[in-house]
């Protein structure tokens, strides 16, 4: 047991959560926020959150106070869609999804047939998670079971809360990354039973997209979802028009590309989308039925040319979502830059993103998205100490132009245009500095 997580902690500087969404009920209520505030963790969890001066008087006189006063305490990122075996391919030139997925993105995952290679990346991608201020995500890896395995061992090792799974593809691309459906079935199966409910770990059933799965796969990984309680469902929808396309051909009985996953019963509240861009009305009225949550991923989105997501219509749907980098679609592991890009793709759209909003994204709605707003997202009392210090002051230009923001919304909207990671100052796992 780390000797941290046994006594009381306690951390001074200003605090920011949320317990609503700013869009979906009065603004003022949707957050809390101290501007000399205290932090009080006790055995890795939230204690309280107060204003320092009340909250610091109830302290025992030897309480060691880490001081991080001047920068922003806030729960930590929530990345709801990435792909580690993709972060040696990140900033890759010019091409559009199908195209990119065959040059870029499949040879690579194919070296993850090597194990060393794979712990390799794991470790500079959990560094990267932490440097940026990510203390949540929900992962994609490699056909190859070792990759989830690899990725789960170290993730335990660091108390991260991870969701991850490998992917099921047995069609439609190279054969290096093909699985054998029975092979692939009982290799998920062992995953799970391996890892699922480890530490903070959780297991997604994987279907990379329907394009790379064949119909007995899909209904495979129904099989493997309902094997256990509290899986999750990742899988990617409606990121490109040719791969739409595409999904019409390989599964022409289809209203949508939504009805494939339905007809396969892998729609409901455990599932996340990422992108859902080009969506009909009828397909986004019925996520919001099934309750499944999507990942907004504008970084990968704007450099892939995938086109924008309309947040407005999924708000009003009352679809929950979250913030996904997309790694190596996107081309940060930055949250704070992604925040930048999603500002951007909603600003093309006449839908303007308030910094509230985004910051609500990045933390409690990409925990309530993925069904862990219990646990993480926000500093009410018991919820798991994860949280990420913001330095105002990272750039010189940052500097300047916080001297003359007035507000707290106008401070979180230069954090977010003009930040990244030189503004993650400290990152903590439950209360422990990593
Ligand atoms: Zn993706």
């Known amino acids: 047991m780390n000797p941290d997580r046994e006594k009381q902690q306690a951390f001074k500087g200003s605090i920011l959560f949320f317990t609503a969404d700013p869009d979906r009920s009065d603004s003022q209520e949707a957050y809390t926020y101290y501007e000399e505030g205290l932090l009080l963790v006790r055995e890795g969890l939230v204690e309280a959150a107060g204003p320092f001066a009340e909250l610091a008087e109830t302290l025992p006189p030897e309480t060691d106070i880490t001081d991080y006063s001047g920068r922003l305490i806030i729960p930590g990122f929530v990345d709801t869609h990435i792909h580690y075996p993709q972060t040696d391919i990140i900033a890759s030139y010019g091409k559009q999804l199908l195209e990119w997925l065959e040059k870029y993105a499949f040879p690579r995952e194919g070296m993850f047939a090597d194990a060393g290679y794979a712990a390799d990346v ?32 170290k ?18 691309a190279p054969d290096y990354l093909l699985d054998d459906n029975t092979k692939g079935f009982h290799a998920s199966l062992a995953l ?4 699922h ?24 990984a129904a099989d493997l979802l309902n094997s256990r309680g509290g899986l999750y469902l990742h899988t990617h929808l409606s990121e490109n ?11 022409p009985w289809s209203r949508d590309y939504l009805d494939v996953y339905e007809r396969f019963e892998l729609v409901g509240p455990r599932t996340t989308f990422a992108h859902a861009i080009h969506l009909s009305p009828a397909e986004i009225e019925r996520i919001a039925v099934s309750g499944a949550a999507v990942s907004f991923c504008p970084a990968s989105n704007l450099f892939i040319g995938s086109g924008l997501f309309n947040l407005e219509n999924m708000t009003a749907a009352g679809i929950p ?3 996904g980098t997309d790694v190596g679609g996107g081309a940060s592991f ?23 909003k985004a910051f609500y ?48 919304e106008e401070r979180l909207f230069v954090l977010m245009m003009l930040g990244d990671d030189r503004s993650i100052s400290h990152t903590h796992i439950m209360g422990t500095p990593v």
Not at 334 to 356: C, H, N, P, R
Request: glycine share 6%.
């Open 197 to 220: 409910g480890q530490g903070r770990l959780s297991y997604a059933v994987t279907p990379r997209f329907a394009i790379t799965s064949t119909e007995s796969q899909l209904e495979k």
């Open 361 to 408: 994204l990045a933390t409690l709605g990409g925990a309530t998205a993925l069904g862990l707003a219990d646990r993480i997202g926000s500093f009410l009392p018991g919820r798991e100490a994860d949280f990420t210090v913001l330095n105002f002051d990272a750039t010189p230009l940052m500097e300047r132009r916080i001297a003359v923001s007035e507000t707290l």
């Open 155 to 172: 993730a335990l090792e660091k108390n991260l809360r991870l969701i991850a799974g490998k992917t099921l593809m047995n069609c439609n």
């Open 241 to 251: 028009h040719a791969e739409i396309d595409m999904i019409q051909t390989l599964f």
């Open 321 to 323: 979502v979250g913030i």
């Open 192 to 195: 799970i039973e391996r890892w």
């Open 334 to 356: 930055s949250i704070l830059k992604t925040m930048a890009e999603a500002y951007k793709v909603l600003q093309l759209q006449g839908q303007s993103l308030s910094a509230l």
């Open 122 to 153: 794991t470790d500079f991608f959990l560094q990267e998670l932490f440097r940026n201020g990510t203390t949540t995500a929900q992962v994609m890896c490699t056909v190859h079971p070792q990759s989830a395995e690899i990725l789960f061992e």
